[in-house]
Nanobody, 123 residues
Framework: QVQLVESGGGLVQAGGSLRLSCAAS????????MGWFRQAPGKEREFVAA????????YYADSVKGRFTISRDNAKNTVYLQMNSLKPEDTAVYYC????????????????WGQGTQVTVSS
């Protein structure tokens, strides 16, 4: 129902910042809750952050709380993940995902996924 393309990843030093973008196509983007997940080699997908359709409700994993901010601009069909104070442990492929409904923290609850963008944080 919605197609997602992430961008903005790259190599950054510890303590630096990156902003990831997820561009969505489709007719009903505003009705979807959006989430960010990440996955490092050999590890399971990990929940990072989620935001509801209006942007009024957000939820963060404890590991990123206070450092990452999720936001969305429905007029631009785009969701963002601002990542500050990056740590080497944040190194992973980051994925955005969409679901029609409320915020969720489980990957299985999301229906549509982007291709991912690599974030590498050097120590």
């Amino acid at each position: 129902q919605v197609q997602l393309v992430e961008s903005g990843g790259g190599l950054v030093q510890a303590g630096g910042s990156l902003r990831l973008s997820c561009a969505a196509s489709g007719r009903t983007f505003s009705s979807y809750a959006m989430g960010w997940f990440r996955q490092a080699p050999g590890k399971e997908r990990e929940f990072v952050a989620a935001i509801n359709w209006s942007g009024g409700n957000t939820y963060y994993a404890d590991s990123v709380k206070g450092r990452f901010t999720i936001s969305r601009d429905n007029a631009k069909n785009t969701v963002y993940l601002q990542m500050n104070s990056l740590k080497p442990e944040d190194t992973a492929v980051y994925y955005c995902a969409a679901r029609r409904g409320a915020i969720a923290t489980k990957a299985d609850n999301y229906d549509d996924w982007g291709q991912g963008t690599q974030v590498t944080v050097s120590s």
